[in-house]
């Protein structure tokens, strides 16, 4: 049975001066090592809540063998996304520039590893950028609390 505790869980903002593609390349090397690291868009990121929901059922996905994808840092963008197309997910939780995204991590070292490329922040976005996000989710004007988020993404699996 998997872990579930999303609380050693490390969530930062994050910005660098590295290309997307280098970005990327971090996130492919650190989930070879058996690790969950994963980038998000700043834009569609609600907050911590929505990332840790996505994570615990990337882990209940694995555990059942319920998952879509392969890999579970990809199963995570899924999750966050709300949705069951690896495309759709990309396009609206994947990072399209690196001035400004969202770092998670199940690993504190993984995260510490990653601040050599990019600057880190504690992530902590405003009401306004909770709405925007929770607008570009489909939630329509309002900030969505944990119940519904966790809703949402499971009927996304329901989705066909």
């Known amino acids: 049975m998997a872990d579930l505790n999303a609380s050693n869980s490390v969530i930062k903002a994050a910005a660098s001066g590295a290309s997307v593609e280098e970005v990327l390349g971090f996130v492919e090397l650190e989930n070879s090592k058996k690790r ?7 834009d569609s990121v609600m907050g911590e809540a929505h990332l840790k929901a996505a994570y615990v059922n990337t882990l209940l996905a694995f555990d059942d063998k319920s998952n879509i994808a392969k890999e ?15 495309g759709d ?28 490329i990019a600057k880190l922040a504690r992530f902590a976005g405003t009401r306004e950028h909770a709405m925007e996000a929770a607008r570009r989710l489909g939630f329509r004007g309002r900030i969505p609390d944990e119940h519904e988020i966790l809703a949402r993404m499971a009927q996304s699996r329901l989705d066909l």
């Open 89 to 116: 997910a990309i396009r609206v939780c994947g990072i399209k520039s690196t001035r400004g995204f969202v770092a998670f991590s199940d690993n504190a070292e993984s995260m510490r590893r990653f601040g050599k």
């Open 36 to 42: 969950l690291f994963q980038v998000f868009g700043y």
């Open 72 to 86: 579970r840092h990809i199963e995570m963008l899924l999750f966050a996304a709300m949705t069951r197309q690896i």
